[in-house]
């Protein structure tokens, strides 16, 4: 009885240490997420500074066209708006994209991780047919000489929970 309650305070303590890394490792990759989005936020706030200054160039040739309306035609004015407009909006548009790039790109890596978090977290297991008679068993065989593959099939349980006996009880 004492012996499996030792078992159980041992595991509850190696699955406590197993949460706390998972909860650092999160905690650290929000770090530097949020380091991510604050770099994003500055492009924004770069982008909404190249925007004011290009609204403000527009103004500016806008009344620039209208002293030189007189000059041209119709025709003229709006092909000249027209490469205005081109000229300002084609880095605004480049800066778009390259946002867009580095957020899916940031969205695949976050995707790539959970993912990576989620397998990490199914491959941790705890044996569970593993019974005090089992240990018992096991170690009795063990010290006879019999190999831990042949134990395993004898007994019907996986090899390494019979190594995970072993371990526990510093044989192997």
Avoid: C, W
Avoid at 130 to 150: A, M
Avoid at 154 to 170: D, G, T
């Amino acid at each position: 009885m004492q012996f499996s309650q030792f078992n159980i305070e041992y595991i509850v303590v190696v699955m406590a240490g197993i949460i706390l890394y998972l909860l650092y490792y999160v905690y650290a990759k929000d770090a530097s997420y949020t380091r991510n989005i604050r770099s994003v936020a500055s492009v924004v706030e770069e982008m909404n500074r190249e925007l004011f200054y290009l609204k403000k160039n527009l103004t500016e040739t806008q009344g620039s066209i209208k002293e030189n309306s007189q000059r041209m035609n119709d025709e003229a004015i709006y092909e000249e708006i027209e490469r205005s407009v081109y000229d300002m909006v084609q880095p605004l548009s480049l800066g778009l994209k390259q946002l867009q790039d580095n957020l899916n790109a940031i969205d695949i890596e976050v995707s790539n991780r959970i993912a990576h978090l989620e397998s990490g977290v199914k491959q941790i297991s705890i044996p569970t047919s593993v019974h005090g008679n089992d240990d018992e068993k096991i170690l009795s065989l063990f010290k006879q000489g019999v190999s831990v593959e042949t134990i395993s099939k004898e007994l019907h349980i996986s090899q390494p929970e019979v190594e995970f006996v072993l371990k526990i009880n510093k044989i192997k």
